[in-house]
Structure formats: C-alpha cells, structure tokens
C-alpha cells in the first residue's frame, strides 16, 4: 500500500490542474458503496482501524438496507505510480451517488458536478437497466467514462464475456475494461491511476466572479444545513456574504471546507474544489440544489444551467392508526422535509381512516424510506393509501383540474383525463421475453424497440403508463423472470387515457380511502374486487348492507352482507349481573375502533386489510 502523501495542498490555494472530480454510477448493488470503501482506505484518509463497511452510508436506513439514498462527496489525495503524474499528489474529489430509480434526480446532480466517471459493472451479472439509464445521463453530461468490471474475485465472475458486452455499448476495446475487485483491493490502485491519467482536470476562469454550483443539501441538527457545492469559476471564502442566484437570498458563510472524510474546515474553495459550506439556514429549500451561488458583492450575473427541480410523481394518503398521533405525524414530517426538497404533503382528512396527509413522493422506494423512517424515528403506526400518480382532467368547458387523490376527481363532464408515461427499460436473459411481453402488455405496454447486448440478454424498450408501474409492476417483473430482469423507467410526459374513478359504497355512501381512477377495461375487476374483500371483512350489522362499486351513478358491481342482531348477552341465560356488564363494557371498547360509514360500523382493522396489497384473501377482520 502506498504511504500517504506528505503534502495536501489547501482547498483555496490547490492547482486546478491537479484536480480531478468523479463519481461512481453502477446499478444497485453492483459495488459502489464498496468501492469507495476501498479508495478511503487505500488513499490513506481513513484509519484502518476506524474503518467500517459502507463508511459513507450515514444513515441508519442506507446502512440496514445497503443502499446509498442520499450523494455524499470525499477528498482524496493520491499520487499516481504510473503516467505524466508520477509522484505528485493530486486530489481526487469522489462523489459515492445512489443507485436506485427513484434517485435518478440525486445522480444527475452529481454527475454535473464532475468532469469523468467511474461505471462499476458486476462480473457476475453483466449490465443492467440502471447500468444504462446512468451511463445515458453520463454521456449527456459529456463526461470522461471509465469502465471497470468490479467483483472479478466471485467464482461465478465472467469477465471476458462482460468485458465485450460493456464494450459494445460504449465503443471501447475489451482490453481496456479494467477489472478490480472492491471487496479485496485488486486492481483499485491502478483504478486510481487511471482517473488521474484519464480524467480531465476542471477549467473555470480564477479571476472570474464566484460560481458554485449546488449538488446536495443536508439538514443537519446541529448545524442547520450543509451544503455540498462545485466551484465552477472563481473563489468562495471564508465569512464572505453569498447570494443564492435564484432567489437572491443573501448569507454569511459561517463555515467553509472539504470532506475528508470527516469535515475539514479550510480558508476557502478555489476553481474546480468540491466541498461543504454552511450558512445557519434551517431548511434544504433555502439551499436548493442545482441553484448557483455566487458573492454578493460583484457577484455574477449568469447562473450555471443544467437544473432540474424534482417533481413528486407517486401520492398516497398517510393517517396515524392512532388518531390521537395527528399532531405528531405533522411534526415529524415538518422535520422529513427540513432534509428532503422532493417531499410535499398536505393535510387529508378521510371519513374511513381519520386524519392524515396526503405526501407526494418521487417514487415507490422514496414513500417506503419516508414510511419507514417516521414509523422508525418517530415511533409512529401508520397505514398508507394505495398509492396513484398525478392526473390532468380536461372539463368539455375547457377547464381543467390536477387530480393527485381519487377524490379530487371531478363530476361534470369530462373531455379528456391525461395520465403520465414513462420509458421503461428491461434487461433480462432471452428466455424470458415472453413472459415479459405478457406483463408489458397486461400493463397496457407499448414496445418501443428491442435490442440483443450479447446472445443471451436482450433490452426491451416500451413506453408504459407510470400508474400501472408504481403499484407491483416490479415484484411482477421480478416474480416472473425469477429475479433476472431489472427495470429502469424516467418519465417522458403524458398520454390521453379512458380513465375513470370507480367509488366503493357502503349502504349508498361512498368511502373515499377505496375510491380508484383505473383504466375503464380494468373498472370491473377492481369493483369486484373491492366489493368481494370488503364482504368479506365488514361485520354483520342490525340491517342489511349492500357493497356497490359504482362509476359515477352506474353500478358495476354488488355484494351483500346479511343483517344480524350481535346480542352479546345472549348466551348469558339469567343471574349474574356483573358478568352482564362485563360483556357489555367489553362491546364498548371494541366500538371504540369503529368507525361510522353513514350508519355503517366498520371496524378500523377492516379498513387496513382492505387496503392491504395482498393477492391473498384478506384476513378475516370481523370480531
Ligand atoms: N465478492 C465481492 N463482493 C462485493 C464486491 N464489491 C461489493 N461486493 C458486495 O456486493 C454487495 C453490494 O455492494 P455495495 O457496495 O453496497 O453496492 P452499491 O452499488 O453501493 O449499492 P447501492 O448503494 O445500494 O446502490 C455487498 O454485499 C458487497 O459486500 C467485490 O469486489 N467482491
């Protein structure tokens, strides 16, 4: 292992040429996290003996999970041993980005702040959708890319065979697809040495008025927010007052500095630094990333382009099980959101399931990481609504209306109902193309294209609409090709669709967590199948209660529960009072978790079953 190097130069002072900026884009799992591991401890920044897996994985959840949710950047110095470089240190600014669909806004804000990166593919798996989806946002940014097979120490590892595929796709030579294995250390030194060969140093005008750009935000408790900024041109220093370039915000740079890996404050950021400044401001929104920051005196006038705002595209409804947590699921996700700019939510309140928020969020993964994280730090038991995308209604009178929840939907007469689409990418081996096809076009699938990457895996190119992606579409995918396929989808705007609402109702009142906008072919099995589970689970009552799913006023579907007197004093013949009682408090409490439909109880438990995913038959709530 290479001694560390003596001299660092400061942030503020450090020859621009001697800088490279990268990041690692791979598909989950294939090692990213890994791999960083192995450069901190390789460059010499983190002490083997503090050293831990995923050491730039701060949260607990991107540790449980394995998975990189939020980008982090590191400073490294490394002296190459081979090439024009020999011997002198050069600084490597690494930037570890998250892997998963949902965070594709996260990576191409990365990505914009590099000049080369580093494409991780796994010797036992060869690409996968996610490969490609990053690799096609790398060659948009024009960046440098060098592809390294990673996991070469697997027996189960193909290298040649994975070497040509990779090679085929971004018109490289085999022989020059490095291989290394993250886990053991082989071949990362000469890693290193190659981005310092191959990576372009950054070009930014020194004299020049600051530009910096923006490509994270954390909410820290301690210190409030920390910035993770690019210096493009110019200098960003110490106690100097910043603008925001698209408010005009102005702040004081109470701190300056560089991640290495701990942070490291500095007297400034010079052209082409990555680091970390902070300001006092308490919310990520106020320090928005893709934003330009400049100085404000004699600040520049043009910002950096390149910026794109995240755009929630899944909703769902959350409720406390307890009502009487309303007032804490408010404060912790005010809190979710001081850290998170792609959060939104807005007070809800449903006849079945009380008071909640209706959250909108970039995907399905993102509404499980903020579940699980207030149902974890927050100690909060929630139930979600089915989750359903943003539709755009279009009234004959030409008005229109966003619809982010069933209910909003609207009565009169309707034009046109548009639904958003996206572009799905599937690989998977050849021998599940059928199967494949099959799901696509359940789902109302249009294949756009498809395209052999070596004999036996093949990519599938197919628009789809993003509601039929975001429910099970992927454990679907997933179930069907034995684990083989991996998706990628990015949106590419909207269809017009013959989509209407279809309510569920319980003695002629509609309960507004079951209400759905779905396809008109698909209105009939998702009023049979609501009508059928909710049958199942709504206790008799002292009348009969017809379950209707309706389309408007039309009646699609009917099932009906038998009227029953619950006398629960009936098998206590004569005598003893108390025992009455007892039995009759004991009622009381169950009614406590009822909840009244019009003159319907339904047990709580009913509703949350109902809501359930499960193809299985719905456990039987009745008491
Ligand atoms: N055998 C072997 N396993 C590896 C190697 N590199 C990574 N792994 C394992 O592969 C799994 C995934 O590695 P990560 O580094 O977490 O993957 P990632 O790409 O960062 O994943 P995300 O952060 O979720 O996108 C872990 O179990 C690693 O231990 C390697 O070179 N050899």
Redesign the pocket.
């Known amino acids: 292992m290479p001694a560390t190097p003596t001299h660092v130069p400061e942030p503020s002072r450090t020859d621009p040429a001697l800088i490279r900026n990268f990041c690692i884009i791979?598909?989950?799992?294939?090692?990213?996290?890994?791999?960083?591991?192995r450069m901190l401890q390789i460059t010499g920044v983190v002490d083997p003996r503090q050293m831990r897996?995923?050491y730039l994985?701060r949260m607990d959840i991107?540790r449980e999970?394995?998975?990189?949710i939020k980008s982090q950047a590191v400073r490294l110095p490394w002296a190459p041993r081979t090439g024009a470089g020999t011997g002198t240190t050069h600084i490597l600014n690494m930037i570890?980005t998250?892997?998963?669909v949902d965070f594709t806004y996260e990576v191409s804000r990365s990505l914009a702040a590099c000049e080369g990166t580093i494409l991780?593919v796994?010797a036992a798996q060869g690409i996968e959708a996610q490969t490609l989806a990053n690799l096609y946002l790398a060659l948009e940014n024009d960046l440098t890319i060098i592809p390294v097979l990673?996991?070469?120490?697997?027996p189960a590892a193909q290298p040649e065979k994975y070497a040509a595929e990779i090679a085929h796709i971004i018109g490289c030579d085999p022989e020059s697809v490095l291989k290394?294995?993250?886990?053991?250390g082989l071949g990362v030194e000469e890693l290193l040495d190659h981005v310092v060969e191959n990576i372009p140093a950054p070009v930014g005008v020194k004299d020049a008025p600051a530009r910096a750009m923006i490509f994270d935000s954390v909410y820290d408790t301690y210190r409030g927010v920390v910035t993770y900024v690019r210096v493009v041109d110019g200098q960003l220093n110490k106690r100097e007052r910043i603008a925001m370039m698209s408010t005009g915000a102005t702040h004081e740079l109470l701190e300056i500095g560089v991640i290495s890996p701990e942070p490291k404050v500095s007297e400034g950021l010079g052209v082409g630094e990555v680091g970390y400044i902070i300001t006092g401001v308490k919310d990520v929104r106020q320090s928005k990333v893709g934003d330009t920051i400049t100085s404000m005196v004699k600040g520049a006038t043009v910002a950096l382009g390149g910026y794109k705002d995240p755009r929630p595209m899944v909703f769902s409804g959350l409720y406390p099980l307890d009502g009487s947590d309303y007032p804490l699921l408010r404060d912790a996700l005010d809190k979710l959101r001081l850290n998170d700019a792609a959060l939104v939510y807005e007070p809800e309140t449903s006849v079945a399931l009380g008071f909640g928020y209706r959250c909108g969020f970039l995907g399905l993964l993102h509404l499980e990481i903020i579940r699980e994280r207030l149902e974890r730090e927050f100690k909060l038991d929630l139930i979600s609504t089915a989750p359903n995308v943003v539709y755009r209604v279009v009234m004959e009178d030409g008005t229109e209306h966003t619809v982010t929840n069933p209910s909003e939907f609207p009565t009169g007469k309707i034009a046109e109902v548009h639904e958003p689409v996206v572009r799905g990418t599937i690989l998977a081996p050849n021998e599940f193309v059928g199967a494949i096809m099959e799901l696509c076009q359940a789902r109302r699938g249009n294949l756009q294209g498809m395209d052999y990457l070596s004999e036996d895996r093949v990519e599938l190119r197919y628009t789809l609409p993003l509601a039929e992606i975001v429910f099970d579409f992927f454990d679907q995918l997933k179930s069907k090709t034995r684990g083989y396929a991996s998706l990628d989808y990015e949106p590419i705007g909207e269809q017009s669709a013959q989509l209407v609402k279809v309510d569920i109702l319980l003695h002629g009142d509609a309960v507004d967590a079951f209400s759905a906008i779905v396809h008109k072919d698909k209105a009939y099995n998702y009023g049979v199948m609501m009508a059928g589970k909710l049958q199942k689970l709504i206790p008799r009552q002292q009348f009969e209660v017809p379950i209707q799913a309706a389309i408007g006023s039309r009646v699609i579907a009917r099932e009906t529960v038998r009227a029953i007197r619950k006398d629960v004093l009936a098998k206590c013949y004569g005598g003893d009072i108390s025992r009455k009682r007892k039995l009759l408090e004991k009622q009381k409490e169950g009614k406590k978790r009822m909840k009244m439909v019009g003159r319907v109880e339904v047990p709580q438990e009913a509703f949350i079953a109902a809501l359930s995913t499960d193809d299985e038959a719905p456990k039987d709530a009745k008491k």
């Open positions: 791979a598909h989950i799992d294939h090692g990213k996290s890994t791999l960083a591991d897996a995923q994985d991107e999970r394995g998975i990189t570890d998250p892997g998963h991780v796994d990673n996991k070469i120490d697997l290394v294995s993250a886990k053991t």
